[in-house]
């Protein structure tokens, strides 16, 4: 019952012009149906005066009904020509509608021969007949008004359902498709929808299987470079060496994360987690000084090896791109990691982490593959994980479900 729906303009729009149209009808009836009541009253008139004039052509005859030009009323008074007949309608002191004829007589021009035809039946049929045009424009709207609605629903319906589709297509779900059939606009903005998914769903595809053709082409080199590299005599180059190989090493392998994630072949393991445990050995892992907050001793039933890897993606993400002290709280299926530097870019929260985009001026700080692979690991255990920024900081908030009651 939204106001604001496509479906209630429509009929508002059809209401108004049937209400337009029926009242443009009955003004163009009303007003030839009134002129033919005159008309055949000004005709009535006529033919008594006649007949009031003619028994003056009898002999020794007099016209009926002389009056002075005076006593007539002003307008016909006004109308009043020599030999000449004036017909006026208007109503008397009494605010009875007559028809009036009239019609000098003397040579002085004193008096006139004068008639009057009552028009109250004309004028009574004349109202009943309005108001039967008025009812039956109500009873044609009240017919029209819940077709037009209902039509409305029929476009109405397809509408929403391309909104629907759009909506998957914006949450994931690439292969949606909306009905694109019929030959109206409706039908090409289906037909619109759904071209453009397609072409959305190729090139995330041929992005996807580049990824994983990178990792896998990348992983049998660099086995054989860091095996090499261990060989190499101890010194202030074989560790810059080094170092550079471990992070090639960890880009490869987030590469084949993100490919495993990409393809929907990763699986959840759940057991019950102490949460807390698992935040604080994250820190540990990957080194991040971070301060753990617990509410209680919280346990949620999930997959710790992914929730570490989540947590450890949040954690180093916060470590390169934000600044000390970096919080961890732990509530009832809640973690949040939150640090207090610069926040996340607003282009980033406004269209998610992207693929080797960092958010910093550097490139040196990471390879913008963290946040992709925690939203990606959080997706796979049911979890919700939102960003925002809050006391001038970045915050990440992991939603962890709940198990189903009973």
């Known amino acids: 019952m939204n106001p604001a729906s496509l479906r209630w303009k429509i009929a508002a729009l059809v209401t108004l012009a049937c209400t337009v149209v029926a009242v443009v009808v009955g003004v163009l009836v009303h007003q030839a149906t009134w002129q033919r009541a005159l008309n055949t009253g000004e005709n009535e008139a006529r033919k008594a005066l006649d007949e009031s004039l003619a028994s003056a052509n009898r002999p ?66 004349q109202q009943a007949f309005d108001r039967d045009m008025v009812k039956a424009a109500l009873l044609a709207l009240a017919g029209v008004v819940p077709l037009s609605v209902l039509a409305a629903e029929l476009a109405n319906r397809r509408l929403r359902r391309m909104a629907r589709t759009a909506r998957r297509i914006a949450d994931g779900d690439l292969a949606a498709r909306t009905d694109a059939s019929g030959r109206d606009e409706i039908a090409e903005i289906g037909a619109g929808l759904n071209s453009m998914a397609a072409s959305l769903q190729r090139r995330l595809l041929a992005e996807q299987r580049f990824t994983a053709d990178v990792a896998h082409d990348l992983r049998t080199p660099l086995m054989g470079l860091v095996t090499v590299v261990e060989l190499l005599e101890e010194g202030e180059v074989t560790d810059l060496v080094r170092d550079r190989v471990r992070v090639l090493r960890s880009l490869v392998e987030d590469l084949l994360e993100v490919s495993r994630l990409d393809a929907g072949a990763e699986v959840a393991e759940r057991v019950r987690v102490p949460l807390a445990e698992v935040a604080a050995e994250s820190a540990a892992r990957v080194g991040v000084e971070a301060r753990v907050l617990a509410s209680g001793d919280p346990v949620a039933e999930t997959d710790p090896r992914r929730l570490d890897r989540i947590l450890a993606n949040l954690l180093l993400n916060a470590h390169r791109h934000g600044a000390p002290p970096v919080e961890i709280a732990v509530r009832d299926h809640v973690i949040e990691v939150r640090d207090r530097g610069q926040g996340f870019p607003p282009e980033l929260l406004a269209g998610g982490p992207e693929r080797f985009r960092t958010g910093a001026a550097e490139r040196g700080r990471g390879h913008g593959l963290g946040l992709t692979i925690a939203l990606g690991q959080a997706e796979v255990i049911g979890a919700e994980l939102t960003l925002a920024n809050a006391d001038g900081g970045a915050v990440a908030v992991l939603r962890l479900p709940r198990p189903p009651a009973g």
């Open 60 to 125: 020794g005859g007099t016209p009926d009904n002389v009056v002075l030009v005076e006593e007539l009323p002003d307008a016909l008074a006004a109308r009043l020509q020599p030999g000449g007949q004036a017909i006026w309608y208007g109503v008397d002191h009494r605010n009875e509608p007559w028809m009036w004829a009239a019609q000098p007589y003397g040579s002085d021009g004193r008096e006139a021969v004068s008639v009057q035809i009552s028009m109250i039946s004309e004028v009574f049929s």
